[in-house]
């Protein structure tokens, strides 16, 4: 299994951006999928963004364009950019990782096999 610890969350106002992290270890991952999901309170945990071990994104349409992805094979990271953030970007985020998603099409939660514990964003309109 991948560890995966989650940092860069917070409060911002809209309009703003923040860029989150995720350092796995246990490891190397490059041979992994990497993602970003998100839980606002009382929803399920959806697909933000990811990104495959030979580099394919995938964005869900809510963030295409203000939200990049990236990797790091060398340090073992993926972070996400978020620029632009909506008060209805609000909640709290999970990198994920699995060996097997392609990153062709966009997964549901229970694809993914391994998880962090979450950072909380928080956007102020």
């Known amino acids: 299994q991948v560890q995966l610890v989650e940092s860069g969350g917070g409060l911002v106002q809209a309009g703003h951006s923040l860029r989150l992290s995720c350092a796995a270890s246990?490891?190397?991952?490059?041979?992994?999928?990497l993602g970003w999901f998100r839980q606002a309170p009382g929803q399920e945990r959806v697909f933000v963004s990811g990104?495959?071990?030979?580099?394919?994104?995938n964005y869900a349409d809510s963030v295409k364009g203000r939200f990049t992805i990236s990797r790091d094979d060398a340090q073992n990271t993926v972070e996400l950019q978020m620029n632009s953030l909506k008060s209805e970007d609000t909640a709290v985020y999970y990198c994920?990782?699995?060996?097997?998603?392609?990153?062709?099409?966009?997964?549901?939660?229970?694809?993914?096999?391994?998880w962090g514990q979450g950072t909380q964003v928080t956007v102020s309109s």
């Open positions: 246990g490891r190397a991952v490059s041979s992994w999928a």
């Open positions: 994920a990782a699995d060996y097997g998603w392609s990153g062709n099409y966009v997964p549901d939660a229970h694809e993914f096999s391994s």
């Open positions: 990104i495959s071990w030979n580099g394919n994104t």
